[in-house]
């Protein structure tokens, strides 16, 4: 049986050529749903175990590693390559998509948060579901209409909205099961990253860090849609009192009326997670605003701003944290994606988590504990010269919080060494 290969343009899902047939303007259009012949649910062993007859997650694993076993493509077949077919998904803005693949299904999203379901060997149009997004809301958002992607667990495919929304369809119909709002939108809080799911739960964040919001990750019912936990990335007004003792702790990172301006700290995109530690890590983004001697003008750490963090998936319990930019103050967030391994260091196998983001070094992590243990750069980098050994925290430049009225040079720019990109 020949194998398959994905490529993912900014309009089109190219794998075999096919005839693309008339697609309603409806929300939902349910087609010939007889790919699968019978019902092949998603559960955490088939994402761990990880076969090569789909792509069940993000990152193909809950490691995120994106490591395909397939090895009819080589240096030796790739000149054969052609093109089967091409789905046109309309757009030409914000596809920023891994697709999932599952049962012979092929789930994609365009802009707006429209969901394709596609047969993936024929690349036929199986259903279409057209959220409706609410544009007034997505126009808040700092960086146009993305999306990157859905979930699939059990039966069903989770696909989170730009205007704050996380759904439950129908995997072999696009039927919606439900539909809720996971935001306040008097903020402007956006969604631009796709949902995981880890033991029965969707997890999902949100954008808005620069707009003025207050981060969070949530967890839902993979059934019901009910809200199980939120973990909040940086904390609230004191005078509200604290959602728990880690809040408290962040909070004495802080100075001045840092709540005033929401703090930021928004989870847009990053999550991996390992079942055999149980823990579920998050990429953590910029503060608001972002120069830190307005947002906490007598410095700090400003926890949990541009760090990892592990947290317990079943309750949101935080475990341990590593903060790649201690008082960001550049937009060096650490929503990169992260890839888990075991790795062979100094003759001991090391669990670790490894990250690339915006301020330019490379992080090597223990993510049973959270322990440091390596970074270089791997771009030109002046705001930091390298990172401590011992303490695990960078050493910066004289001058690398910009306060003066002479231009300065700053490497990496606020786009970062490394961005949405997946590793």
Same mark, same amino acid.
């Given at each position: 049986?020949?194998?398959?290969?994905?490529?993912l343009s900014i309009s089109f899902v190219f794998l075999f050529a096919?005839?693309?047939?008339?697609?309603?303007?409806?929300?939902?259009?349910?087609?010939?749903?007889?790919?699968?012949?019978?019902?092949?649910?998603?559960?955490?062993?088939?994402?761990?175990?990880?076969?090569?007859?789909?792509?069940?997650?993000?990152?193909?694993?809950?490691?995120?590693?994106?490591?395909?076993?397939?090895?009819?493509?080589?240096?030796?077949?790739?000149?054969?390559?052609?093109?089967?077919?091409?789905?046109?998904?309309?757009?030409?803005?914000?596809?920023?998509?891994?697709?999932?693949?599952?049962?012979?299904?092929?789930?994609?999203?365009?802009?707006?948060?429209?969901?394709?379901?596609?047969?993936?060997?024929?690349?036929?149009?199986?259903?279409?579901?057209?959220?409706?997004?609410?544009?007034?809301?997505?126009?808040?958002?700092?960086?146009?209409?993305?999306?990157?992607?859905?979930?699939?667990w059990g039966d069903a495919v989770f696909t989170a909205t730009i205007?704050?929304?996380?759904?439950?369809?129908?995997?072999?119909?696009?039927?919606?099961?439900?539909?809720?709002?996971?935001?306040?939108?008097?903020?402007?809080?956006?969604?631009?990253?796709?949902?995981?799911?880890v033991k029965g739960k969707v997890i999902i964040g949100n954008g808005?860090?620069?707009?003025?919001?207050? /981060?969070?990750?949530?967890?839902? #019912?993979?059934? $019901? @849609?009910?809200?199980?936990?939120?973990?909040?990335? %940086? !904390?609230?007004?004191?005078?509200?009192?604290?959602?728990?003792?880690?809040?408290?702790?962040?909070?004495?990172?802080?100075?001045?009326?840092?709540?005033?301006?929401?703090?930021?700290?928004?989870?847009?995109?990053?999550?991996?997670?390992?079942?055999?530690?149980?823990?579920?890590?998050?990429?953590?983004?910029?503060?608001?605003?972002?120069?830190?001697?307005?947002?906490?003008?007598?410095?700090?750490?400003?926890?949990?701003?541009?760090?990892?963090?592990?947290?317990?998936?079943?309750?949101?319990?935080?475990?341990?944290?590593?903060?790649?930019?201690?008082?960001?103050?550049?937009?060096?967030?650490?929503?990169?994606?992260?890839?888990?391994?075991?790795?062979?260091?100094?003759?001991?196998?090391?669990?670790?988590?490894?990250?690339?983001?915006?301020? /330019?070094?490379?992080?090597?992590? #223990?993510?049973? $504990? @959270?322990?440091?243990?390596?970074?270089?750069?791997? %771009? !030109?980098?002046?705001?930091?010269?390298?990172?401590?050994?011992?303490?695990?925290?960078?050493?910066?430049?004289?001058?690398?919080?910009?306060?003066?009225?002479?231009?300065?040079?700053?490497?990496?720019?606020?786009?970062?060494?490394?961005?949405?990109?997946?590793?």
């Amino acid at each position: 049986m020949h194998k398959i290969i994905i490529l993912l343009s900014i309009s089109f899902v190219f794998l075999f050529a096919c005839e693309r047939s008339e697609i309603s303007d409806t929300k939902l259009l349910v087609s010939d749903t007889h790919v699968a012949s019978q019902t092949n649910t998603v559960t955490a062993e088939k994402i761990i175990q990880a076969d090569s007859s789909g792509w069940l997650s993000h990152g193909r694993t809950y490691s995120e590693q994106r490591h395909s076993p397939l090895n009819e493509i080589s240096t030796e077949t790739v000149a054969d390559l052609g093109l089967f077919w091409s789905f046109d998904l309309g757009t030409s803005r914000g596809i920023e998509v891994t697709p999932i693949v599952h049962d012979g299904i092929m789930y994609v999203t365009s802009t707006w948060n429209i969901v394709h379901a596609l047969d993936a060997r024929t690349g036929k149009q199986l259903w279409r579901f057209d959220p409706v997004v609410d544009k007034e809301q997505a126009s808040k958002g700092c960086c146009d209409a993305v999306n990157r992607g859905v979930a699939i667990w059990g039966d069903a495919v989770f696909t989170a909205t730009i205007d704050g929304r996380l759904i439950s369809l129908n995997a072999k119909t696009g039927l919606k099961n439900w539909d809720i709002n996971t935001i306040d939108k008097s903020y402007p809080y956006t969604i631009t990253g796709a949902p995981r799911v880890v033991k029965g739960k969707v997890i999902i964040g949100n954008g808005g860090a620069e707009l003025g919001v207050r /981060g969070y990750i949530s967890a839902y #019912d993979a059934i $019901t @849609g009910e809200q199980v936990w939120r973990f909040f990335t %940086v !904390p609230g007004n004191p005078a509200d009192g604290f959602e728990n003792e880690t809040m408290e702790m962040a909070a004495k990172t802080w100075t001045g009326k840092y709540w005033a301006a929401g703090g930021g700290g928004t989870a847009w995109d990053s999550m991996a997670y390992d079942p055999e530690i149980d823990l579920l890590y998050v990429g953590v983004g910029n503060g608001t605003p972002w120069n830190q001697a307005i947002r906490s003008p007598d410095g700090g750490d400003n926890l949990f701003l541009s760090s990892i963090v592990a947290v317990r998936p079943d309750t949101g319990e935080y475990v341990w944290h590593y903060q790649t930019t201690p008082g960001e103050t550049w937009d060096y967030t650490a929503t990169q994606h992260m890839i888990l391994a075991d790795l062979n260091i100094a003759g001991k196998n090391r669990k670790v988590i490894m990250q690339a983001p915006k301020n /330019g070094f490379f992080y090597v992590i #223990d993510r049973a $504990t @959270g322990a440091f243990i390596s970074a270089k750069n791997f %771009v !030109p980098v002046t705001w930091a010269t390298h990172i401590d050994q011992t303490t695990g925290r960078p050493v910066e430049t004289e001058g690398a919080r910009y306060v003066g009225k002479t231009p300065a040079l700053q490497l990496p720019g606020p786009l970062g060494a490394h961005n949405w990109h997946p590793m």
